[in-house]
């Protein structure tokens, strides 16, 4: 036949690294931006883009792109590159040697496409650490020349932003990275409860906000310390400043990904070091987590090396143990057999998805969107929800249909999401929030620490509070049914309308005699079991709806699709869902359009083996026992790891990853047996299966623009009524994917969920590719639908490292198990999908899981982050006080380091502090600033690229109906569970002001789309000024500093200042901010 099978551990997937990056594509690579970019130079054309999300972040793409191929782009400039073609190019990059880099180069770690020689890498205010970078290219091995480590507060803080644009980039930037601008995440509570005031929580936040700006504005520039210590305002705050920097470095969210990072041991140190012994750091996996998990841990070896070296020590060896003979796990993209005529970009090779596929969001956290566009590069392709659904004849079921009945889904979701578990809380500590909104520091942050507040019986300032979560609320966004993990409950549900109420406001007929206040009652099965299923339920909620509504055959399999869509999701059926945890991840879903990579989306496991060096990774070595010791007083190392190829290695530590599915079928011993909370977690969460046929044919018979479409099945018995009938069938080819334009070759992926996918476990190949032939003819006809040249079919139950797809919340699976399958047990330490219970289930999640490891072994080996005490120091009288200019400026802006900096000593290499400037360049300094506060007073600060509008209908609409819905949803709280106390969750009360929203009419609606239609009109009548009022600005700040030169004569000539523009005046730089 014309199948080929192939599996997920086929030999000849060996890797083959010619395809990772290969040099055709150099064009297409992110421009590697310093920091420094921010500040472009004189002549530059205005790059400065600070309107929104996405001019502040590298992902920006061309919306007016006639293609959605796009690529990761570090700058606004990216729609003034967009070719003929759609294509998003970016400019040669000036850093990149021309001449072609051969792949043996590459593999040999030589300075590939990721050397950037000629470009500084820290921002033009530490112009000590621009000379240590500039001409050469700084490897992990070269240390930072630490004599020319300088500390300066406000250095990373532009001049050219005005103090609430920096404050938006900054909240942005923290957003982005999963953080609550606005409190400590739980775990920086914890870690400063004891060293901090209230007041200095909100300078910490600032300070934290900002690196985070930094990073995320450029991630193929690691952020150094003394970068982070430019983001505090004062220097008392350098020792806020190193907390948040090691806090965010440990924990992944700084300095992550395919990044070069220094080495902050000195030579010497570490030629000392060399012949001392070093510890072994085992990762079992080379999956996404084991892959995120080691390059953490390289990263944080190297710059925290000194840690070990100061302890006699080398830092610790890292060693990735993988039983195939490839990177990736469940991130497979298998080449095609014929790679000819692709038509995608050159260097990419034509490869069809067996696992991952979707990039669910680049915005609102995705880690991958550092990795993927902002380092990588890599191209990808926006999904758009333009799904069509044929009927199991091969008829497109009409829109209005599909619409009402989805609704009708929708409603029966959100009854049933009644029943949800309560997130767990907490305890953290929120800062000023309007002083991070418009970028301040509060003027005195004296007084008790927050422990010692909380243990008196003081009562607490407002902002102390306990939060259940560490990321900002959010609205839910809308229905969509492109699949992927991010199937959320998005419309709203307003508890108090009844079932019959419902249907007649989504359009349904009634049945003859159903009253208006007839509802469903779903405790009957929700209540009656110890594990009751979210299949069980809502099937019982169909069941009463059919009792109100004459449903059809054709309703009953639509119904259907939509519980295949969650199958697909969760890789099980929906009976085997726990009700009350099923979507427990809900609320953590990114934003942003669904992507598929081009080419492949395995480019980003092997990105991370090989840039900026290679992992040190064993392939073919499958670990079959593991002997550890727990004891901490044991000698020598604590673990022993057997693998089937007779290999023996020894470790200190060991961070597995093998998927949940391995640890289930017990092929890897353990010796102790692994203790029952661990043992018993294992067995309670789900494993699931999801599996593809993926076609190949010559040429595409379908619509090539459209992403994908879904399929209708038909009931066991014909035209059945009853939902049971629908099960076993319903995940059959429910959803083809056309990857034409990711695969390079006319590629159709059908996806088998639910039971469906053990279905395609257990037939032939032959068998699977005529039925899924036959449904597409009936599809398609009259069209003639030719045999695909290429199948291949995935079976991830029988793959020995997998023995599954992924992890799902099973009946018996308790709340806070995700967490349980992430603790460390001794030396053993736990990453993978099935331990990041966030993301679960997903590359990102994975992903996440492996940093997270990756900080648990570095605690492990030096201890939490160190705290000096004091960590703010007391406010330093000055001998004499500031004068303050009669235009504003403080002659004393650069002040002589004080103690504060005394925090951050041991970094500056030789221990000495740095002298102060010379006086010379004081004066001038101080000068320059008089222009300025002359300038400024006269006619303000220079006008600010404008943003997006950002005012949305819906947010104001729940800003009026918040309290009337959450009202709504606390009784329907308590009717549901008898407990007079209960209250509803944010999400109800979210999905109840959508669903009202939803429903209400235009007349309710207009004012709020008035409102916003108003503010996006002075919007773009405001961006549409912008440019002549630059020139104005500009034209009045040159006349003014003529004439304060005239007026008030500098010592030593004027020539050069009459000339000159400070970056305040040209909108870009930072020097002399005003304070
Ligand atoms: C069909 C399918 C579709 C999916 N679609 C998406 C999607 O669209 N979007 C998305 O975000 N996620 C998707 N996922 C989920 C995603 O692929 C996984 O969550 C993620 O890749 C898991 O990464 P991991 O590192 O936890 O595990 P893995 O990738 O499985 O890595 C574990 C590694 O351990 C190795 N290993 C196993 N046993 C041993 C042993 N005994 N010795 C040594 N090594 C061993 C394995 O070979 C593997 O390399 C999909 C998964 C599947 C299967």
Request: proline share 6%; hydrophobic share 35%.
């Amino acid at each position: 036949m014309y199948s080929t099978f192939a599996a997920s551990t086929d030999a000849d997937a060996l890797e083959e690294s010619a395809y990772l990056f290969n040099q055709s594509q150099h064009e297409f690579l992110s421009v590697p931006l310093s920091h420094e970019n921010e500040h472009p130079k004189p002549h530059a054309p205005a790059t400065v883009a600070m309107s929104g999300l996405n001019g502040l972040m590298y992902g920006q793409y061309s919306e007016s792109s006639s293609s959605s191929i796009q690529y990761g782009d570090t700058s606004s400039e990216s729609q003034s590159r967009t070719s003929k073609a759609g294509f998003i190019l970016q400019k040669p990059l000036p850093y990149v040697k021309t001449e072609t880099i051969s792949t043996q180069e590459f593999m040999a770690g030589s300075p590939g496409i990721f050397s950037y020689d000629s470009k500084p890498s820290s921002t033009p205010e530490l112009p000590q650490i621009s000379e240590a970078t500039s001409g050469t290219h700084r490897s992990s091995t070269d240390p930072v020349k630490r004599k020319t480590i300088d500390f300066r507060a406000n250095s990373s803080i532009p001049a050219a932003l005005s103090w609430e644009e920096f404050a938006r980039q900054s909240i942005l930037a923290a957003e982005s990275s999963r953080l609550n601008p606005f409190s400590l995440h739980p775990e920086e509570y914890k870690l400063l409860r004891e060293h901090i005031t209230h007041a200095q929580v909100t300078v910490y936040l600032n300070i934290r906000n900002a690196i985070l700006r930094l990073w995320t504005k450029n991630p193929l520039v690691c952020v150094t310390l003394e970068e982070a210590s430019g983001c505090a305002r004062d220097k008392r705050y350098f020792g806020l400043a190193k907390v948040a920097y090691h806090w965010l470095l440990r924990n992944g969210y700084i300095n992550y990904g395919c990044v070069e990072v220094p080495n902050t041991t000195g030579i010497a140190a570490r030629a000392k070091a060399k012949t001392s012994r070093s510890k072994t750091i085992l990762v079992i996996g080379a999956g996404m987590s084991g892959l995120g998990c080691a390059r953490h841990l390289e990263g944080l070896f190297t710059q925290l090396g000194e840690q070990w070296v100061s302890r006699g020590e080398q830092p610790p060896q890292v060693i990735v143990l993988e039983g195939r003979p490839r990177v990736g796990g469940r991130v497979y993209s298998h080449p095609l057999r014929n790679q000819s005529g692709s038509n995608i970009p050159l260097g990419h090779r034509c490869t069809a998805e067996m696992g991952a596929q979707i990039v669910t969001g680049f915005e609102h956290g995705n880690p991958l969107n550092a990795i993927i566009r902002g380092q990588l590069a890599i191209p990808y392709h926006g999904l758009r929800d333009n799904t069509i659904l044929y009927d199991h004849d091969g008829t497109i079921v009409d829109k209005s249909q599909d619409t009402l009945v989805e609704k009708l889904y929708n409603d029966i979701l959100e009854r049933a999401s009644i029943y949800r578990n309560k997130p767990a809380t907490f305890r953290t500590v929120e800062g000023d929030r309007n002083l991070i909104l418009f970028g301040r520091d509060p003027s005195d942050s004296g007084g008790a620490t927050i422990s010692t507040l909380e243990s008196s019986n003081t009562p607490l300032p407002a902002n102390a509070s306990t939060s259940a979560s560490t990321t900002e609320e959010k609205p839910s966004s809308g229905v969509e049914k492109l699949a992927g993990r991010a199937y959320q409950l998005t419309a709203g549900f307003n508890p108090n309308i009844s079932a019959v109420e419902a249907a007649m406001t989504m359009g349904w007929n009634l049945k003859y005699g159903s009253t208006t206040d007839r509802t469903l009652d779903l405790n009957s099965f929700a209540k009656s079991t110890d594990y009751p299923t979210l299949g069980q339920t809502m099937d019982d909620g169909i069941r009463q709806y059919q009792e109100i509504l004459e449903l059809k055959p054709r309703d009953l399999r639509l119904l259907n699709w939509h519980h295949a869509n969650l199958e697909y999701a969760n890789a099980a059926n929906v009976n085997q869902l726990s009700l009350s945890g099923w979507d427990q991840d809900l609320g953590n879903e990114f934003e942003g359009e669904h992507t598929q990579i081009i080419g492949g989306y395995q480019q980003v496991p092997r990105g991370l083996w090989q840039c900026p060096g290679k992992l040190d990774i064993r392939f073919k070595t499958a670990v079959k026992s593991i002997q550890y010791n727990t004891d901490e007083s044991h000698n020598g190392k604590a673990v022993r790891v057997l693998c089937t190829n007779g290999e023996v290695f020894d470790a200190d530590q060991i961070v597995l990853t093998t998927p949940l599915g391995v640890l289930k079928s017990g092929s890897i011993t353990f010796q102790p047996p692994l203790p029952d909370w661990k043992q018993g977690v294992i067995e309670r969460m789900g494993f699931g299966l999801l599996n593809k046929v993926i076609l190949v044919y010559e040429k595409a018979f379908w619509e090539p623009d459209r992403d994908m479409f879904g399929l209708l099945n038909e009931a066991e018995h014909r035209a059945s009524l009853d939902q049971k009938d629908y099960a076993s069938r319903r995940g059959r080819c429910y959803l083809f994917w056309n990857c034409i334009k990711t695969s390079g070759r006319p590629t159709l992926v059908a996806l088998m969920a639910g039971d469906a996918a053990h279905y395609a476990e257990e037939r032939s190949n032959d068998d699977l590719v005529k039925e899924v032939t036959g449904r597409l003819l009936r599809m398609f006809a009259p069209k003639i639908v030719p045999l695909p040249t290429e199948t291949i079919v995935t079976r991830w139950r029988r793959d020995p490292f997998a023995c599954g797809s992924y992890s799902y919340v099973g009946p018996k699976t308790q709340a806070g198990d995700y967490d349980v399958m992430a603790k460390s047990h001794g030396p053993l330490h736990f990453a993978g999908e099935a331990t990041c219970g966030t993301h679960p289930a997903t590359v990102h999640g994975a992903y996440l899981s492996g940093l997270r490891a990756a900080a648990e072994v570095v605690e492990s080996m030096i201890g939490p982050i160190k705290i000096t005490s004091p960590l703010v120091e007391k406010k330093v009288k000055l001998e004499h006080a500031p004068q303050t200019t009669p235009n504003g400026s403080r002659p004393d802006m650069k002040r002589a380091a004080g103690p504060g900096d005394s925090n951050l000593g041991t970094y500056s290499g030789d221990g000495s502090q740095r002298e102060n400037p010379n006086s010379q360049r004081l004066r001038d300094e101080d000068y320059e600033a008089r222009i300025i506060g002359a300038i400024l007073t006269e006619i303000g600060e220079r006008p600010i690229k404008p943003g997006r509008a950002g005012v949305n209908p819906f947010l104001l609409y729940t800003k009026d109906f918040w309290p009337i819905c959450k009202k709504e949803c606390d009784e329907a709280r308590k009717a549901a569970t008898g407990d007079v106390n209960a209250k509803a969750s944010k999400t109800d009360v979210r999905t109840a002001v959508g669903l009202r929203w939803r429903m209400a009419t235009d007349e309710v609606k207009k004012p709020y789309l008035d409102v916003t239609q108003r503010a996006r009109d002075e919007a773009a009548a405001y961006a549409a000024s912008y440019k002549d009022r630059v020139a104005t600005w500009d034209k009045k700040a040159e006349r003014i500093r003529h004439e304060f030169i005239q007026n008030n004569p500098p010592p030593g000539g004027n020539e050069e200042l009459l000339n000159s523009r400070t970056a305040i005046e040209m909108g870009t730089g930072k020097r002399l901010r005003r304070t």
